[in-house]
Every structure is written in structure tokens, then in C-alpha cells.
């Protein structure tokens, strides 16, 4: 298992949002990232030194400080759709090599290189800034019932990371709460809401929403 790169966003404007800007834009960097505790949503601030987010309001923050994406999932959606999808181009900071991002559970750890720790703590939701940046229609309701989100992570321990670290996994809880059931639940299975609270490590605002949803 290894970080095959880091990708960091190069603002562009955002024609399919009422913001003026888009980070999705994501490149391999050349050298070491830094890797760091952003802090609460609503600043812009994410886990990778010289990224951001433009969408405060649903991006960012401790709970989304690193996205990461697998390249053999970039490689089926390549053959899906015809087209070459370079690292970086569904807009993550991590492509990632022999590392099973989907059937992660919620609140596993990764040691990436020597330092750097992070933690599985949701998936990815798809939103139309994503759909506009691949120009695919009806790309939001395709990525959906494919259920290969990948997965956002908090930062336990900071460091510096870089393409070719390996990649750990140093724990893995209890529970049997996978990115991928976590993220049908939050979709187009809302019967598999209740299952999502055995994970202690989703984020207070996806558990709200679990309990607002099932009365729990």
C-alpha cells in the first residue's frame, strides 16, 4: 500500500456555484506536503499546506482535512468513461495504491511515510461543482450508485508527506461501519442510517444528522 501522489488545488473560477473560486483542481506536488491540523469548518483551511477550499459552508475543516482516492477506482471510472482521469482529477489530495479506500471502516488510522497519521472520518458527498469540473451530465446520480466515494480524513498526527510514502493501516475499531455503507446510508439507502452511530469517529454533524433522520 502506498501514496502513489499528493495533490494540491490551483483556484479557478466556479461557474457551476455562486462562489468565485474552486479548489477541485488538483496537481501532483513535486516535493514534500506539509500535513497539519486545519481546525473548524468555515475558514477555507484544509489539511495540506498551499490547498484550500472555497466552499466554507461545506468544505474543509478538521472532519475534511484530506481527501483520498484510489487509482484503481480512477482506472474503472477511466474505462467507464472513456478518458484518461490523471491523479488528482476527481479533485483528491491523496491517490492511493493497493489501499482498499472504500471498504476502510470509520475511524481507521493510516500512517502514511514516517510521521504523518491520519483518520478515516466520512465520505465524500458529490456536488454539482464536481459534476460541472468533469462535464459528464448526470455525473452526481453515476458517482452515487457506483458507491466509490473515497474517504476524507482528520489529521491525528502531523508530518510531511510526499508521492511513494507507504501507506499503514495502524488501526482499524470495532465496528463494521465501512466509507462505502456510510456513504449508501447518506444517500439512496436511508435504511442504513441507524447502523451509522456504532461509529464513535463520524463526525458530529453526519451523527446529527443520523439522529434528526431516524428519530434516534
Known sequence: MKLLSVNIGRPRPNPWKNLSATGID??????????REPGPKGTGAVGLAGDRVYDVKHHGGSDQAVYAYAREDLDLWEAEL????????????????????NGALIGERWRIGRDTVLEVSCPRIPCGTFQGWLEVEGWIKRFTRAALPGPYLRVIEPGDIRG?????????PGHDVTV???????????????R???????????????RRRTGG
Open 196 to 210: 451509522l452511530l456504532a461509529a464513535d469517529a463520524l463526525p458530529e454533524e453526519d451523527r446529527e444528522l443520523v
Open 82 to 101: 472513456g478518458r484518461p482521469l490523471p491523479n488528482g482529477a476527481f479533485g483528491e489530495n491523496l491517490t492511493t495504491s493497493g489501499l482498499d479506500v
Open 164 to 172: 511513494g510514502d507507504p501507506v499503514e493501516i495502524v488501526h482499524r
Open 180 to 194: 462505502a455503507l456510510a456513504f449508501r446510508a447518506l444517500t439512496a439507502e436511508p435504511d442504513l442510517l441507524p
Open 26 to 35: 488538483k496537481r501532483p506536488a513535486d516535493g514534500p506536503v506539509a500535513v
